[in-house]
């Protein structure tokens, strides 16, 4: 069936360094994409979205980037930051259900 | 509550072995999802119930799965004769109806020995 799925499966950042982590999709009809970060021991934990209308939204130091033309997905975050080593996975929403469906995940390891 | 509660944090059982693991979502929400994380994976989806609709189950693996929610509120989800391979983190979430932001609970770690 259609997936959503990610590039690279560990991402190294300097700290102070822009993040950029990317992830493809495949279901065109999703409404929304999202981006979800868990941090070790915890539930996941809302990020930014983004309606499939759109092709920008910057939030608070994360900027999420949608490309349609090539189903691709990826989020920037600002300034990395010891306290954003988690990893990170793009989800997307379609359809009158609702239903949220997540992709494989990517760890993001800050370095001093 | 504030937040998604998940019972028990932990739980060991001996492989064939039913278990029956609980979620209380917050107050309100009418979606609630229950997912499966391996160690070092991603979310697997399993079943997803969205007010009084009747739940997506596309996501349960086998028929030793099976969840029910009352109405709005607590859901059970039961895994019958457990295998190892059913080992993992089972996490709840919950979230107003057809909303992108799901909060999540902290999850059951199921060890079947």
């Known amino acids: 069936g259609e997936s959503v799925g990610l590039h690279l499966p560990t991402l190294s950042v300097q700290e102070g360094d822009n993040s950029i982590i990317n992830c493809a999709y495949s279901?065109?009809?999703?409404?929304?994409f999202i981006w979800y970060k868990q941090e070790s021991g915890k539930g996941p934990q809302f990020i930014i979205d983004?309606?499939?209308?759109?092709d920008k939204r910057q939030g608070q130091r994360v900027t999420v980037l949608l490309n349609k033309t090539v189903k691709h997905l990826s989020l920037q975050i600002a300034a990395t930051q010891p306290g954003d080593s988690a990893v990170y996975f793009c989800?997307?929403?379609?359809?009158?259900?609702?239903?949220?469906?997540f992709g494989a995940g990517t760890q993001v390891v800050v370095t001093p | 509550g504030a937040g998604v509660s998940q019972s028990p944090s932990n739980k060991v059982t001996e492989k064939g072995k039913d278990v029956e693991l609980r979620c209380d979502p917050i107050?309100?929400?009418?979606?609630l999802y229950w997912y499966r994380q391996r160690l070092g994976q991603g979310l697997e989806f399993l079943i997803y119930?969205?007010?009084?609709?009747?739940?997506?189950k596309s996501g349960l693996p086998s028929d030793r799965f099976s969840a029910e929610r009352t109405g709005e509120s607590v859901s059970t989800l039961t895994i019958q004769r457990t295998q190892q391979e059913d080992s993992a983190v089972y996490l709840c979430?919950?979230?107003?109806?057809?909303?992108?932001?799901?909060?999540f609970g902290q999850g059951t770690r199921l060890t079947v020995v």
């Open positions: 107050s309100g929400h009418t979606a």
């Open positions: 983004i309606r499939s209308n759109m």
């Open positions: 989800a997307e929403m379609g359809g009158s259900w609702g239903k949220l469906q």
């Open positions: 979430a919950s979230s107003r109806e057809t909303a992108t932001e799901a909060f």
């Open positions: 119930f969205q007010g009084n609709s009747a739940p997506d």
């Open positions: 279901n065109s009809a999703s409404d929304y």
